[in-house]
Nanobody
Framework: QVQLVESGGGSVQAGGSLKLSCAASTYTYRSYCMGWFRQAQGKEREGVATIDSAGHVLYSDSAKGRFTISKDDALSLQMSDLKPEDTAIYTC????????????????????WGQGTQVTVSS
């Protein structure tokens, strides 16, 4: 089990920016998929963005053009032009194969999850 710890959440006004980070404990996956998911109060969890070990990325329609996922030492999500509807708990996750990572935002088969970080956007 990979340990994941998110940071960088907070409260911003609409139009503002935040950068989330997800630090992972050591893993030896040759192929993997990492992603950011969010869950707003009273709503189901939804995929925001994914990135595989080859660097292929996928964004949700709401994230496209505003959010950027990247992976260096840590997984990051740069969020710009934030809107009140982006308010949610954001959680990072990883699975140990990259197949279809850039084709689907489904949370199925992600075996390790962080605790989440709250993002609140006020109007």
């Amino acid at each position: 089990q990979v340990q994941l710890v998110e940071s960088g959440g907070g409260s911003v006004q609409a139009g503002g920016s935040l950068k989330l980070s997800c630090a992972a404990s050591t893993y030896t996956y040759r192929s993997y998929c990492m992603g950011w998911f969010r869950q707003a109060q009273g709503k189901e969890r939804e995929g925001v963005a994914t990135i595989d070990s080859a660097g292929h990325v996928l964004y949700s329609d709401s994230a496209k053009g505003r959010f950027t996922i990247s992976k260096d030492d840590a997984l990051s999500l740069q969020m710009s032009d934030l809107k009140p509807e982006d308010t949610a708990i954001y959680t990072c996750a990883i699975r140990n194969y990259g197949l279809l990572c850039a084709a689907s935002l489904s949370s199925t088969y992600f075996g390790s999850w962080g605790q989440g970080t709250q993002v609140t956007v006020s109007s």
